[in-house]
């Protein structure tokens, strides 16, 4: 059983590129997690998701960032017009359905952004 | 609003010495609380989850505890390995939607 992938897992954009960070869960999993690390800083949570649905995306920046988990494939974070303070490591997490705040979030390798 | 310490920031010691790695947090209304290792450049790997009923998970030389009333969570590394050599991570979960991680504590066990 694969873990959880990411791609890319190194991605290079200049200011006011797009950056798309797809992350496919483990199999049987169907809550997706995305978190942000900052240089020098730990893992602040972004948004959960749910096959089609958006649960929680209190992390999020309200500008630039969405997200989605569509009924087919992988689990989109994008970030619009990106600037130099959005470098970090994205991180996704998933866990299968069940009971929910016991259970295990399983995390990705990253995708570690630079912006230039 | 939560928050999630670690202390010491980093920390050093050689090999085959037992050591502790510590973890408080500000709001005791969690579901379970996570230890994590990080290694440079790469993902986090699950070392134990310790559930709110719990107080204590053990696997193989690490023992992981809990006091959710005082808000400490402690991780306990027997007979160090330089392969132990990472970022060990605490995470608490308040809920079913996110992990509130600490900053990490940065551990080199020296050969």
Redesign the interface.
Known sequence: NAGVMQNPRHLVRRRGQEARLRCSPMKGHSHVYWYRQLPEEGLKFMVYLQKENIIDESGMPKERFSAEFPKEGPSILRIQQVVRGDSAAYFCASSPPGQGAKETQYFGPGTRLLVL | KQE?TQIPAALSVPEGENLVLNCSFTDSAI??L?W?RQDP??????LL?I?SSQREQTSGRLNASLDKSSGRSTLYIAASQPGDSATY?C?V?P??????????TRLTVIP
């Open positions: 999630v579901y379970n996570q994590f450049g790469k993902g986090l790997t699950s989850l559930q991570l995470a979960r809920g079913a939607n996110n992990l509130f991680f600490g900053t990490g």
